[in-house]
């Protein structure tokens, strides 16, 4: 079975352009989860979705982030425009609703130059 | 409000010895505890968890977890650490609503 898939895995843009990352959680899982890791911490929530709707979106930064996740499976998470600040690991995860246990994809790891 | 604590930034350990990764926590009522492992430029791979039931788990790669109520501790553990276990290890908890809480994470070095 195929696990949480990425893409890209590497991104390197310049500060003030626009930048996209697309996920496609295990199959059957309703719950997607989007997070952000900076070097050498933890990682931290960005977005929850159950199913279609967004659930948990209080860590999201408006002002320039947004996701969609239009048909309750595959889900974009874009950030418009990038600031240096903005580099660090986009990690995206899903789960069974309901479920105890989350999966995580490998990462897409962006630079902002 | 949840939260998880990691006390070490980093462990060092022989290959051979055993390992400890410390790990405390609090939350409302009964907690859902997990550990994770990260590679290098690798996302977070997940290793064991505590929901229920007996208080040693085990998991992947020979790893265990001791979950203690009274110390609100679950430290992960191995009894004899290879050099491919280095790796970041996160400690994270889940409350009843179904958000995650990670730990900031501790870097295990094992030498040869």
């Known amino acids: 079975e195929a696990g949480v898939v990425q893409s890209p895995r590497y991104k390197i843009i310049e500060k003030k352009q626009p930048v996209a990352f697309w996920c496609n959680p295990i199959?059957?899982?309703?719950?997607l989860y989007w997070y952000r890791q900076n070097l050498g911490q933890g990682p931290e929530l960005l977005i929850r979705?159950?199913?279609?709707?967004?659930?948990?979106d209080s860590q999201l930064p408006k002002d320039r982030f947004s996701a969609e996740r239009l048909k309750g499976v595959d889900s974009t998470l874009k950030i418009q425009p990038a600031e240096l600040g903005d580099s660090a690991v986009y990690l995206c995860?899903?789960?069974?609703?309901?479920?105890?246990?989350?999966?995580f994809g490998e990462g897409s790891w962006l630079t902002v130059v | 409000a949840q939260s998880v604590a990691q006390p070490e930034d980093q462990v060092n350990v022989a290959e051979g010895n055993p390992l400890t990764v410390k790990c405390t926590y609090s939350v409302s009522g009964n907690p859902y505890l997990f550990w994770y492992v990260q590679y290098p430029n690798r996302g977070l791979q997940f290793l064991l968890k505590y929901i229920t039931g007996d208080n040693l788990v085990k998991g992947s790669y020979g790893f265990e977890a001791e979950f203690n109520k009274s110390q609100t501790s679950f430290h992960l553990k191995k009894p004899s650490a290879l050099v491919s276990d280095s790796a970041l290890y996160f400690c994270a908890v889940r409350d009843i609503g179904g958000k995650f809480q990670f730990g900031a994470g501790t870097q295990v070095v094992v030498t040869p």
């Open positions: 995860a899903s789960s069974l609703q309901g479920g105890n246990t989350i999966y």
């Open positions: 199959s059957g899982h309703n719950t």
């Open positions: 979705y159950e199913n279609e709707e967004a659930v948990d």
